[in-house]
């Protein structure tokens, strides 16, 4: 089956603080992978998208990297702020023809002022 | 942010009554799809739609229906709610299964079924 883990649960760093999420998935054999941000009440917003034959994919103070033979990857985020906080979720899609996405059930951030 | 709406936002109603949600899109995309959100499960896919009149499962569709009659509106109805179904429901639009296409979510629908 194909699985998708987010490690930690829930993180609470100070303001100004560098961190990495972690995301791993089961099946290496892996179109994409994206990372959504989705903040209290609301949708979910597509932060990056690596394709199976990238390494990573930057966006201001985002970095994220992929790594498919060991089944990882991390969402760094730089010089952490307080508008940061938000939950954070890892989407693998598969091979297929109907673009479905696997989710892992995110990672909760809170950046204390 | 891309244009899609759902409808109703919020709603409570009572086992054993039928629920219609309504996922609306301004961006002509091909591909529609309805998820849950619930608390240790993330997203999880219900159906979804890869053209008008085209529907197809996702892993979590006993209890649902879906019918998509015009490109811009993708319905998800409950026939007969439970417990069980009370979630958020979120509607994604994707334009097509190129490797860099994402999905846009809408708002989100909170459904209590009491």
């Known amino acids: 089956k194909q699985e998708v883990t987010q490690i930690p649960a829930a993180l609470s760093v100070p303001e100004g603080e560098n961190l990495v999420l972690n995301c791993s998935f089961t099946?290496?054999?892996?179109?994409?992978l994206q990372w959504f941000r989705q903040d209290p009440g609301k949708g979910l917003t597509s932060l990056l998208l690596i394709q199976s034959s990238q390494r990573e994919q930057t966006s201001g103070r985002l970095n994220a990297s992929l790594d498919k033979s060991s089944g990882r990857s991390t969402l760094y985020i730089a010089a952490s702020q307080p508008g940061d906080s938000a939950t954070y979720l890892c989407a693998v899609k598969y091979g297929g023809a109907t673009n479905k996405l696997i989710f892992g059930t995110g990672t909760l951030l809170a950046v204390q002022p | 942010d891309a244009g899609i709406t759902q409808s109703p936002r919020h709603k409570v109603t009572e086992t054993g009554t039928p629920v219609t949600l309504r996922c609306h899109q301004t961006e002509n995309h091909r591909y529609m799809y309805w998820y849950r959100q619930d608390p240790g499960h993330g997203l999880r896919l219900i159906h979804y739609s890869y053209g008008v009149k085209d529907t197809d499962k996702g892993e979590v569709s006993d209890g649902y229906s879906v019918s998509r009659s015009k490109t811009e509106d993708f319905l998800l109805t409950l026939e007969s709610a439970t417990s069980s179904q009370t979630s958020v429901y979120f509607c994604?639009?994707?334009?097509?299964?190129?490797?860099?296409?994402?999905?846009?979510f809408g708002p989100g629908t909170r459904l209590t079924v009491l």
């Open positions: 994604a639009i994707s334009p097509g299964l190129a490797n860099t296409d994402t999905q846009y």
């Open positions: 099946d290496s054999a892996i179109y994409n």
